[in-house]
């Protein structure tokens, strides 16, 4: 329990209402990890406790936690839980001194656009307002500008908060095309078409009518209180040349953004992938099944597309026999979980990571599921109470998803140092440094 | 309950009428144990209380009393000290609030619900599905493991664009989930004179690829007959009833279709069923049923490895309802999901899978096993064990076939019990449009047998991981 030193001069009781709470769960999150077991019901087998306890170790302090716990794999029994690399005899590692460049480039076309280059390979994947909290929002970018990255609006409007943090937010342009306006589409250094995402693959966005306040309404131009969800999928796409037509669209409104293409995994995830790239795609971003923090039919994400780490391989062998592997930019997200995910999926193929849940888990996410239930999440996350969102200060939030970043940039340059690679772009597509467990 | 049009008053209507399940809340009869466990010390609470009446003051109630539950657990007369489980769903917040003194543990008395195949993840689910008609929806992404064996380990295919076979997620009201039962021939013949010659097809559809199985013995509540009669009224689909039940059974059994094994009193089919199956092979039944119901269609229920369904084929059999047993196994052990790949490549290698209807059951248990069963090879699935757990069935120890198996079902009330019936179909119906909206379908008739719109666990790891060391496939 958190220590009462709550000054209560001049507060109303709203005000300490608020801070009673956020001190007492700041508490519970520095409380959990550093004891012998973690909650009895925490955990699932993609996030088993001791993963979301590791997690919140990282997001307060920067660093991968030397308590034992497991912050490497979850207990998943496939995909990244059943890969490890091969690293090589301590005698081979890369001295300690020397810095592995961690940084990937997001344009690499050569076409005169932005050329951006992140200093990690990871950027915050869509989450929208509406289906999270403004501070989230607002946390999520800040963590971007301090780590040199970006995140993504998701389908859900800009709220005005977030124009000042312009140069790190990507501007999602979705089916329901929720808040997409010229302006929007002018802020930004990149713009991404998001056909499918992989927590519903095949299926439109939901916003639940408990969450469609009047001012997610208002930024959604939409009606308060009615459920929204995005038609599936864009109705004026029938063929790549379609799809052609959308970017150049874009590509006029912004002569200077980046457009990435946020595709889902189906089958012929490879072709689409290529057909992206030949309509103009800078990046493109698969987001495997698995993964996601919005609100999705159960039936869509355990069973419609295949996990991101099939996914990978596939689209970078079929751009790579196409010649035109080294043009465009392959993020991957989807159940990428921590520092080791990344590298493993940049090892079967991807240039770099989209994070979500991770995110979310940093600032206090317990993955309990119930974000859809009643006033929305209970720790101030995916809600739009007005009450429940003020329990995630923006600030704490922002400070926490940065630690996880770092955290996770120490890691990968330690996984490259034993590898003996210098960069982390070396380790695209190098399958043979990985082994399978079993 | 209010009187809805059935499909079939719709279809007599002459009026074209959008299929719809009706649906309305059904909550549980019985008060299943909770999801979680709730504890709260109680000295800890009383502590906590103390310092903050001593902190906030007594004009600051309402801080003092703001508890960290959004859900009602502790907003009882007396709050923590008799936390309401019922309402909790495991947000953990109490316990990351107040670790010293607030405990949530998962209810080992609700995991044990089910048996080792209908474990408690798919009993959940349906009690939830029942009880609301609708499509269980939930945030924070996947929570189980990484494909796995069976079912889990097939995904099903979506389309990134339009496709000229879809209209979109908001066409999908107008996505057909009929499906017809019957035979049609594989090519039209005519005779020197051009008229039509061969035999013409015989189908009737139904509105949706799911039927009913016959309860199993050890389920004696006359209201069980009554209410999967009038579901399948109501939905237009039809319940397999034993030819003894349907005594009990007023206009509602013309949505049953009798289960004929020999012996039975044949005078008790006293209507003419639109299908009638036959439990097991038997050559004079089959001929008799033929003789005294010319308008039905008479199906033939046996296993799935039944290595003579070509020889039923000759003998005249058009409809087969093909059985593993409750937990998904055929005689041999294979599981469902190979054998309905199996029985359906018997039919098409001898070029016969036209002119024949294939219905299923057995571990067909989630919502997503119908569509996964139509890829693999089935017409429609026939649901059992499901349907008695929408009823708020317990399982005595392991339940295997109709035979052996206890089930418990607490004092049925037949309207009650069609309502939970219709809701859970409701539910697994949109579930079902969900996945054929995402495939870019316009039919469930055309999923049967794609199996270009699947992926398997198997042959996806293969191409990913293939030439990584230690991976032996
Ligand atoms: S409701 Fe639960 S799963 Fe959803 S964001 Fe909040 S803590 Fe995470
Ligand atoms: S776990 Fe969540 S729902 Fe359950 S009692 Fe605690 S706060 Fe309430």
Redesign the interface.
């Known amino acids: ?1 958190a220590e ?1 030193h ?1 000054d ?1 001069s001049g507060k109303s ?1 709203e005000e ?2 608020v801070e ?2 956020v001190a ?2 700041h ?3 520095a ?2 990890p550093r ?1 012998d077991d973690g ?4 955990g ?4 088993p406790a001791e993963l979301i306890l590791a997690t919140w170790l990282m997001a307060e302090d920067g660093r991968p936690p030397g308590t034992g716990l497991n912050y490497k794999t979850g ?5 990244f ?3 490890d690399f ?1 690293f090589l005899p301590e005698a081979d590692w890369l001295p300690d001194m020397l810095e592995p460049d961690l940084s990937i480039k997001l344009n690499k076309r050569g076409d005169g656009r932005r050329e951006i280059e992140i200093p990690i390979p990871i950027y915050g994947g869509g989450m929208s307002y509406g289906s999270v909290s403004e501070q989230v929002m607002r946390a999520r970018a800040t963590a971007a500008k301090n780590s040199g990255t970006f995140t993504s609006t998701g389908e859900g409007g800009y709220p005005a908060s977030l124009v000042p943090l312009k140069d790190h937010i990507i501007t999602q342009v979705a089916t329901g095309m929720f808040g997409v306006r010229e302006e929007t589409i002018k802020y930004a250094p990149i713009v991404e078409f998001k ?2 995402q992989g ?1 519903k ?4 966005g ?1 916003l ?1 009518g408990d969450k469609a306040t009047s001012t997610v309404a208002a930024i959604r131009e939409s009606v308060p209180w009615v459920s929204l ?1 995005s ?5 004026s ?3 790549v040349e ?2 052609r037509k959308h970017v150049d669209w874009i590509r006029t409104v912004n002569t200077a953004a980046l457009v990435s293409v946020k ?2 995994t ?2 012929d995830v490879d072709m ?1 992938a290529v057909g992206s790239y030949f309509a103009g795609a800078h990046i493109v971003h698969l987001d495997g ?19 991101i ?2 996914a ?3 689209v970078h062998r079929y751009l790579e026999g196409e010649e035109v592997r080294d043009e465009v930019t392959v993020m991957a997200s989807g ?1 990428v979980r921590t520092a080791y995910d990344i590298a493993k999926a940049i090892a ?1 193929g991807a240039d770099g990571c989209v994070l979500g ?1 991770a995110e ?1 888990i940093a600032i ?12 929305g ?3 101030g996350l ?1 809600t739009t109470d007005p009450l ?1 969102s003020q329990l995630m200060p923006t600030e704490w939030g922002a400070e926490r998803i940065t630690n996880l970043y770092a955290a996770y940039a120490f890691q990968l340059k330690d996984i490259l140092r034993k590898l003996g690679l210098k960069s982390i772009r070396e380790l695209r597509g190098r ?2 440094l ?5 | 309950m209010d009187h809805h049009a059935t499909t079939e008053e719709h279809a007599k209507s002459g009026v074209y009428h959008r299929y719809h399940i009706h649906t309305v809340e059904a909550p549980d009869r019985e008060r299943w144990p909770s999801r979680f466990n709730v504890h709260v010390r109680k000295a800890g609470l009383a502590k906590l209380l103390i310092k903050e009446v001593f902190h906030y003051g007594p004009q600051n109630k309402d801080v003092i009393l703001s508890r960290p539950c959004v859900y009602g657990v502790f907003g009882g007369p007396v709050g923590g000290f008799a936390p309401r489980e019922e309402k909790c769903v495991g947000c953990l917040r109490c316990t990351t609030e107040f670790p010293d003194f607030v405990r949530i543990e998962h209810n080992p008395a609700r995991r044990a619900l089910g048996d080792s195949y209908f474990a408690f993840g798919y009993v959940d689910a349906i009690s939830y599905e029942a009880a609301s008609g609708l499509i269980p929806v939930k945030g924070a992404g996947y929570r189980g493991g990484f494909g796995g064996e069976g079912w889990d380990g097939m995904w099903t295919d979506m389309s990134e664009i339009v496709r000229p076979t879809r209209d979109g997620i908001h066409g999908r009201e107008f996505i057909s989930t009929v499906v017809d039962i019957g035979y049609t021939p594989n090519f039209l013949e005519f005779d020197e004179r051009g008229r039509s010659a061969g035999s013409p097809p015989r189908t009737f559809s139904i509105p949706l690829p799911m039927l009913f199985d016959a309860p199993p013995a050890s389920v004696r509540d006359a209201a069980l007959p009554r209410a999967l009669a009038s579901a399948a009224t109501e939905l237009g689909n039809l319940a397999f009833l034993p030819v003894a039940a349907l005594a009990g059974l007023g206009e509602e059994k013309l949505a049953v279709a009798p289960l004929v094994a020999p012996g039975d009193d044949l005078a008790a089919i006293d209507y003419q069923p639109r299908l009638i199956a036959m439990d097991g092979w038997d050559a004079k039944l089959h001929q008799e049923l033929s003789d005294k119901f010319p308008h039905a269609l008479i199906a033939l229920r046996t296993a799935f490895d039944d290595p003579d369904l070509l020889a039923y084929f000759t003998a005249g059999v058009r409809v087969f309802h093909l059985t593993a047993n409750y937990h998904g196994r055929g005689e041999q052990g294979d599981f469902v999901l190979d054998l309905i790949r199996a029985a359906h490549k018997r039919f098409v290698d001898e070029g016969i899978r036209q002119e024949v209807t294939l219905l299923g059951s057995g571990g067909i248990i989630a919502a997503e096993h119908v569509p996964k069963a139509i890829i693999c090879g089935l017409d429609a699935v026939v649901l059992d064990t499901p349907l008695l757990v929408a009823l708020q069935a317990n399982f005595n120890d392991e339940c295997l076939d109709r035979s052996t198996s206890e089930f418990q079902l607490p004092r049925l009330d037949a309207a009650w019990g069609a309502q939970r019936l219709q809701n859970l179909m409701a539910s697994w119906r949109d579930q079902l449009l969900e996945i054929l909206g995402a495939m870019g379908l316009r039919e469930v008739r055309r999923l049967r047998g794609e199996m270009g719109r699947a992926m398997f666990m198997k042959t996806l790891e293969a191409d990913a991981f293939a030439g990584i060391e230690g991976y032996h496939g």
């Open positions: 329990m009462l709550i209560l009781a300490l209402i009673k709470h007492n769960l508490a519970g999150f409380h959990w004891q909650p009895p019901a925490l699932d087998a993609r996030w207990a998943s029994g496939g995909g839980d059943k890969l091969n056909y499918a927590a693959p095949g299926l439109g939901h639940l969800f038609p599936f999928p864009f109705h796409v029938y063929s379609d799809h595709v889902s189906p089958t689409v099944s698995y993964g996601g923090t919005g609100a999705a039919p159960e039936i869509a994400k355990k069973n419609i597309a295949m996990p780490e099939f990978i391989p596939k159940g079967l849940t979310l206090g996410c317990t993955r309990c599921s119930n974000c859809e239930r009643g006033r999440c209970p720790f995916t429940l399958r043979d990985l082994r399978y467990t079993d």
